[in-house]
């Protein structure tokens, strides 16, 4: 509705981007000739070389590709820890060149949602504590935000264990925590990178559970992985080779 | 609020690291503060012994010459010091003099009943209670009258007067000062103790006896005879000691150097010496400055050694939680969030420490007054200057690891293990 009202958007310094710009679904991130270039000595070595795509809203994503492909450079670079070496990258509209330390920081808190293959708990707070971390870095936390971080907890199955710490818990929960976590904050977009490498297939498959529910709540996502089987799990998949893209494929039909 | 309480999660993780990098604060500021409390005390009675003699008075004093020169002098009764002439020279010489006292010593015993000792017996001008600033407990103190008529009247010290009359009041009864009877007319306060008397009442009483100099003049002459085993020591003493009282301070060493030059002009040897509680005082004073600049170097080494403990606890923490770092960031952690966590943690450590620092820096004096018998006295700005630089020395010390925490890279932070 507010995209037919011709008021300027509302202030801050996220702009959302012209809704005709990806046709029928909103673009969450928006990637426009970015390559990712380590210069090792006299050597360069192009992780992603020369990359254009975007994500749409509520889509659900595998990044799938050979390891050196530039998976995790690709995930890195949309999560907002790492930035191009050339081309732009926009999230909801917002290009990342032209936001300071801070800025960036705060679009990681507020717009992206990350989850490591290691989980990456902190190990001196509780499972509450964990879950609630990003919002500690919230100009204004809403209010109730603690309930909310305890729906999380019920909602991937840790109701009964919001006390614990972190080496307390099997690495199925603990990455179920990583998983509230990274929601806590509402994001725009999803990141996981390999977020089942470390399971077994039976927490593996737990974890995918959710991610199905969160992609049925419409939310984005964008999942790396090197098994087909979880690839498959998703809508669609982006194959990097040599940090290129060599092929797209829907798994709709 | 929430930065105090993970900073001091984060710290009870490595409870001996912290504890040991405390420690090392807690010392730095428990010395400082035990340091200055035993100098001030130290200091402070240095001046008040001093104060005592009279700041605005310049002191001549009769000093036996060197024995060698005494063993080829025929006579078999040592002749030396101050004399009247001196004396006189003094009183009627010297401009802005407010006051001239002297003083002659003799050595007679005080008995009073069976009780008997040896204070000093002093025969001094009336103004002396005056000019020496001494106060009276009881009674009066000697007066012009009595030395005019050489009554035989005498001042006890509080210290004599409680050891020949235990039990009762010592003023209007008589005691014997030699083979002499005197009536007692006043007891004075002691001098504030010096450092800690030991005081042994069956053999020697410490304190004085005060009569009029004319009458100890005339009644024991001026020739000391001390009986002591083996024979007897006789000297010839006319003054043993001349207070002059000068009207202004700033004028105190023109009559100290007149003095001086006055004694050696008239005296062959140097049977006396000159002592001016004023340059005592000042010389006092420039020790504690040059004390207090050594202990603030002292002090300052040591909290530095503490600051530099902190700084590589804290450096050793960050590399060790770089993931952390990483981690908080990816989360949305600003850079100033980081720096504020690791702040926090280094000035809860020196807080720490210097809180139990204070605590153990006040007590340590109040040990060395029980078991070393020296005054200390606390002043207020050594805790809170202790405390404060010790504070400061983690927020110095603690900046630098925290701001190489705040501007590592996420992703290479993340990448750590
Ligand atoms: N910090 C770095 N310094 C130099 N080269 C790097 C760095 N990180 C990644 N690379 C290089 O970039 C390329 C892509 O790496 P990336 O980690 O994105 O691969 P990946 O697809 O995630 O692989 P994997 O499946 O093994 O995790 C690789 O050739 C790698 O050697
Ligand atoms: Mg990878």
Redesign the pocket.
């Known amino acids: 509705m507010s995209a037919l009202s011709d008021e300027e958007p509302p202030g801050g310094v996220f702009v959302h981007p012209d809704p005709g710009k990806a046709g029928d679904t909103q673009v969450v991130a928006q990637l426009e000739n970015v390559s990712r270039v380590?210069s090792?000595g006299a050597e360069d070595?192009h992780?992603l070389d020369d990359l254009s795509f975007s994500f749409g809203s509520g889509e659900y994503w595998a990044v799938m590709?050979s390891?050196?492909?530039?998976?995790?450079?690709l995930l890195n670079i949309l999560g907002c820890i790492d930035r191009p070496t050339a081309g732009e990258y926009r999230v909801r509209g917002q290009a990342v060149s032209d936001l300071d330390d801070d800025q960036l920081s705060e679009m990681r808190g507020k717009e992206l949602g990350f989850i490591f293959q290691s989980y990456n708990l902190i190990p001196q707070l509780n499972v509450l504590e964990n879950i609630l971390m990003p919002v500690l870095y919230q100009e204004n936390p809403e209010e109730g935000i603690e309930e909310r971080g305890k729906l999380l907890a019920e909602r991937v199955g840790l109701g009964d264990r919001l006390m614990h710490r972190p080496t307390e818990l099997s690495g199925g929960q603990q990455q179920r925590v990583a998983i509230a976590r990274s929601l806590i904050n509402d994001p725009a977009l999803i990141l996981a990178d390999e977020a089942t490498g470390n399971l077994d297939s039976k927490t593996a498959e737990e974890i995918l559970k959710l991610f199905d529910e969160l992609h049925a709540e419409g939310k984005t996502i964008l999942i790396v992985t090197?098994e087909p089987k979880v690839g498959e799990r998703a809508d669609r998949i982006l194959r990097l080779k040599d940090g290129a893209i060599e092929a797209v494929e829907d798994n709709r039909r | 609020m929430r930065a105090v309480r993970l900073g001091v999660s984060s710290l009870l993780l490595h409870k001996l690291r912290s504890f040991l990098t405390t420690l090392g604060v807690l010392f730095g500021v428990s010395s400082v503060i035990a340091m200055l409390a035993i100098a001030e005390g130290a200091s402070v009675e240095a001046q008040e012994q001093i104060r005592q003699l009279g700041s605005s008075n310049v002191i001549l004093r009769s000093v036996k010459p060197p024995e060698d020169k005494v063993s080829n002098q025929e006579s078999r009764v040592l002749s030396y010091g101050l004399t009247h002439e001196d004396h006189a020279r003094v009183a009627e010489t010297y401009p802005g003099v407010k006051d001239v006292v002297a003083i002659l010593e003799v050595p007679e015993e005080v008995r009073s009943g069976s009780f008997s000792c040896r204070p000093r017996v002093m025969c001094v001008d009336p103004s002396y209670r005056e000019v020496t600033g001494r106060i009276m407990m009881e009674g009066r103190f000697l007066s012009a009258r009595d030395g005019q008529a050489t009554a035989s009247v005498c001042v006890l010290g509080y210290e004599v007067a409680r050891y020949l009359f235990p039990f009762k009041a010592a003023i209007g009864e008589r005691i014997k000062i030699g083979a002499e009877y005197f009536q007692i007319v006043g007891v004075m306060y002691p001098r504030v103790p010096i450092g800690s008397i030991k005081r042994d009442p069956g053999t020697e009483v410490g304190g004085e006896v005060f009569v009029p100099l004319r009458t100890g003049q005339s009644l024991f002459g001026e020739r000391q005879v001390k009986i002591r085993s083996g024979g007897m020591d006789a000297q010839e003493v006319q003054l043993h000691e001349i207070i002059i009282a000068v009207e202004l301070d700033q004028n105190v060493p023109m009559i100290a150097n007149a003095s001086r030059l006055m004694l050696t002009q008239s005296h062959r040897e140097k049977d006396y010496e000159v002592i001016v509680p004023l340059e005592l005082l000042l010389r006092a004073e420039e020790t504690k400055r040059i004390f207090s600049i050594v202990l603030a170097s002292i002090a300052g080494i040591s909290l530095l050694v503490g600051g530099i403990g902190i700084m590589n606890v804290m450096l050793a923490t960050v590399t060790e939680r770089t993931r952390e770092i990483g981690i908080r960031r990816a989360l949305g952690a600003k850079r100033h969030h980081i720096v504020t966590q690791f702040l926090v943690e280094t000035v809860v450590l020196s807080g720490c420490g210097g809180v139990a620092g204070v605590v153990l820096g006040l007590i340590i004096p109040q040990i060395v007054e029980a078991a070393g018998d020296m005054r200390t006295i606390v002043t207020i700005e050594a805790p809170v200057l202790a405390f404060g630089i010790s504070v400061a020395t983690g927020v110095i010390f603690g900046l630098y690891p925290a701001w190489r925490a705040a501007t590592m890279d996420p992703v290479e932070a993340l990448r750590h293990e």
Request: charge should be positive; hydrophobic fraction near 25%.
């Open positions: 380590y090792m070595v992780a590709g390891s050196g492909s530039g998976k995790s450079t090197h």
